[in-house]
């Protein structure tokens, strides 16, 4: 299982994205092995809003559709933030933000992460690795 990260969906959706081709060869890597991708609600908030202003309605409305038949084909789990995880995550903001500029939505994410002991995520953001986590690709 691997984490995606809002930076990876974005960077597979947005053929402008510096990132993009990279992202394209490892989302195929993946699917191709069969590893199981998770994601947040508070990961898929923060993909819409930016997909919508950098992409456009019809891309954000199509990728929410590509999600639903990864979801629906057992390779994409999303799961949701409780108010437990919310709590949690809030404590890490607090005490990593202190020499760090890390969004809520990636100390959720290292909250989840840690639940479910995943220690790998599919991410352009070098927060995770600060958080200790291994990025990939």
């Not at 990260?5 to 993946?30: C, G, Q, V, Y």
Request: aromatic letters at 14%; one cysteine or more.
């Amino acid at each position: 299982m691997i984490f995606v990260d809002t930076s990876a969906w974005i960077a597979i959706e947005d053929k402008r994205d510096t990132n993009h081709d990279k992202a394209l060869r490892f989302k195929n890597e993946l699917i191709t092995s069969r590893i199981r991708l998770i994601t947040t609600n508070y990961i898929l908030d923060e993909t819409y809003t930016l997909m919508l202003m950098d992409v456009g309605y019809t891309k954000t409305i199509d990728f929410k559709y590509k999600l639903d038949q990864f979801i629906h084909n057992n390779l994409l789990i999303l799961y949701y933030i409780t108010p437990e995880i919310e709590q949690i995550a809030w404590e890490v903001f607090e005490h990593f933000n202190k020499d760090k500029t890390c969004s809520f939505t990636d100390c959720t994410s290292k909250v989840v992460m840690e639940k479910l002991g995943i220690f790998e995520v599919f991410a352009f953001d070098r927060h995770f690795e600060q958080m200790r986590f291994s990025r990939k690709p």
